[in-house]
């Protein structure tokens, strides 16, 4: 059994009469990539500062590595790497001078240069901040974090605003963290990024926890319907579809069949039924609901409102 | 706990020394100022008190330039803050081990730094045309400017706590600066101001380090100002108590 390395219970944090989350309780476990998920202002950064010290919550117990965030900041902060939503440096500083910086704050620092060439900055050490890119500055932010060899990152919003090819590459590095047995803590607002990179996640919405779990038992638990679309020219094919067990309904448009239903064997149902009936197939495509379709369907709004 | 000052303070004198115009502004307008206006002082001396030439210029012309750099740092000092706030920049460091007077007592060993140099270029620059009596005990003015400049810098962090957006400070900076500097006692005595005028220069650092830097540079030594340095000790005390508790960091 692997241990939390974070729990948090009962969670609650105003500002002013704004309630910004409450009764957030959830666990992450040691070296695994846990998101917590949800549209703009739901509560994402608010919760993640309540536990890297940035915050001091209203209510509610958490531990970070066996720490209260509240009384031992100073020490947590030796322990964990954070990476900001829309932080900035200084406009003039260069790259090694940042590393070099950040190595300074901690008692036990790792080499800088070797962090600089890991997260492929090494023909930009000597560039001021102001002209990187906007993934070479998340790089950036995330060789910070890193500098101090932590056992938790944090990383809050990390490819919000970059381009597929830049977002594609800063997953590779997050999940390189995990993989030198770190525990990744994120929070992001992109479904899909959720769904590639978590091992698990917790579905926030207006400054609550509404479920938990994989991206998988997610899906399973609350959107378990599957579809199937078949391109035949079988005209009976439409009758041995419907006869499987959990099949809800076959739609027929000319050759192309939707074929509808739940569980999660039902792919494998109709595979085995084309090959049983020898149905010749021109094309076979399946439509699976995604974490996107668990949160409209959780909060009855899209994420994107 | 003071681990990583050092590497902080050094790092921004760097990042400082990049920036041609806040260099040329910092460093340029006090020596530029000192120079032409020794120049004029020089044609219209005969002794260091000729009642032709306003104090200011004259022989209160080294007190009067050597504030202008503790202004021009102040209002720099204004505009890093509100630009390291807005950009974020505070609240990234904050989330470090580096604690937060660690960065603010950084920021203002930088200003203190730029003031010595400043004053050092301005008095050898100048020395032509103002050439300071070997009299005048140079270290000595050197440590009272300094020590003028804490107080003085420790109410830019009640400004900057109080200026919404970085595109405010310069304007805000500027508009409490100035006055302050016309009601020091350097331009019209403080004793010739209106009563309600006195009550707010009485108030205000610079009146004390006016008061202060004028009475080392004649050689008049600390232990008769020391009502002045109680006054600017106090200030510093009380603007950065303030400071610390109304300075937002994000």
Known sequence: MRQAVIQVAGLRKTYGRTVAVDEVSFDVLEGEIFGLIGPNGAGKTTTMECLDGLRTADRGRISVLGLDPRRDVYALQERIGVQLQQAQLQKRITVREAVGLWAALYRKPVDGSRLIEQLGLADKRNAWFMTLSGGQKQRLFIALALINDPELVFLDELTTGLDPQARRAIWDLVRGIRHRGKTVFLTTHLMEEAERLCDRVAIIDHGRVIDAGTPAELVQRHCPERTVHIATDDAAAAGWFRAIPSVDSVEADGSLLTIRGAGADLVTRVIACVAERGIRVIDFRTELPTLEDVFLKLTGHAIRD | ?250
């Open chain 2, 1 to 250: 706990m003071l681990r990583g000052l050092w590497t902080l303070t050094w790092l921004e004198v760097k990042i400082f020394a990049r920036e041609p115009l806040g260099l040329i502004g910092s460093i340029g307008i006090p020596v530029v100022i000192f120079i032409t206006f020794g120049r004029i002082s020089s044609r219209a001396r005969v002794s260091s008190f000729n009642p032709d030439v306003p104090s200011a210029i004259g022989a209160d012309l080294p007190i009067m330039a050597s504030l202008l750099i503790t202004i021009s740092t102040l209002l720099s000092l204004i505009a890093i803050v509100a630009i390291y706030r807005e950009g974020g920049i505070l609240r990234r460091l904050r989330a470090t081990p580096l604690r937060p007077y660690t960065i603010l007592t950084a920021q203002v060993l930088v200003k203190l730094l730029f003031t010595a140099v400043t004053l050092a270029v301005m008095l050898l620059a100048g020395r032509r045309y103002y050439p300071v009596d070997p009299h005048v005990p140079l270290l000595s003015f050197t440590l009272a400017l300094l020590y003028c400049s804490l107080s003085i810098l420790s109410l830019g962090f009640l400004i900057a706590s109080v200026v919404p957006t970085a595109r405010f400070a310069q304007p805000i900076g500027t508009l409490i600066v100035y006055p302050m500097f016309g009601l020091s006692g350097l331009f019209v005595p403080v004793a010739a101001l209106p009563a309600a005028l006195q009550a707010v220069a009485r108030v205000l650092p610079l009146t004390y380090a006016v008061s202060l830097l004028r009475g080392i540079w004649r050689g008049e030594g600390w232990a008769a100002h020391t009502g002045d340095a109680v006054a600017l000790a106090v200030m510093f005390v009380v603007l950065t108590a303030v400071s610390a508790r109304v300075f937002r960091w994000e």
